[in-house]
Nanobody, 122 residues
Framework: QVQLVESGGGLVQAGGSLRLSCAAS????????RAWFRQAPGKEREFVAG????????LYADSVKGRFTISRDNAKNTVSLQMNSLKPEDTAVYYC???????????????WGQGTQVTVSS
C-alpha cells in the first residue's frame, strides 16, 4: 500500500504564502497522477490542483488559478503546492491523493494522505 504524507501547513496572514509537500512511500505502475484537495468546515472535499506523472498536464480549480502552482519531483516521489496571495477562504485541511488520471473527481483517486491544516487569517 502506498503511504502519502503531507507537510507544510500552518497559520499565515492574508496575502502571504505557504508551500505544501506530499511524500509517497513508493511508486506504483499506473497510479502516479497526483492531486491536492481541500475541505473546509461544513463543506465537501473539493479539488484544488492536479498533475500528471510527467508533469505535462496540470489542472487547477478556478478559485486558485493564478495563485497556486503544483509541481512534482519524481526522483524524490514528492509533489508540492506553492500557494501565493492566500485568502481567508483558502482555510481548510489540504489532502494529497494519487490515482490513474488527473481528474477533479475524488473517486478517481486510490490513495490519500491524512491531511495538513492551512489557516489564513484576515
Amino acid at each position: 500500500q502506498v503511504q502519502l504524507v503531507e507537510s507544510g501547513g500552518g497559520l499565515v496572514q492574508a496575502g502571504g504564502s505557504l508551500r505544501l509537500s506530499c511524500a509517497a512511500s513508493r511508486r506504483t505502475f499506473s497510479r502516479n497522477d497526483r492531486a491536492w484537495f481541500r475541505q473546509a468546515p461544513g463543506k465537501e472535499r473539493e479539488f484544488v490542483a492536479g498533475i500528471s506523472w510527467s508533469g505535462g498536464i496540470t489542472l487547477y480549480a478556478d478559485s486558485v488559478k493564478g495563485r497556486f502552482t503544483i509541481s512534482r519531483d519524481n526522483a524524490k516521489n514528492t509533489v508540492s503546492l506553492q500557494m501565493n496571495s492566500l485568502k481567508p477562504e483558502d482555510t481548510a485541511v489540504y489532502y494529497c491523493a494519487s490515482g490513474r488520471a488527473v481528474t477533479q473527481d475524488r473517486e478517481g483517486y486510490d490513495y490519500w494522505g491524512q491531511g495538513t491544516q492551512v489557516t489564513v487569517s484576515s
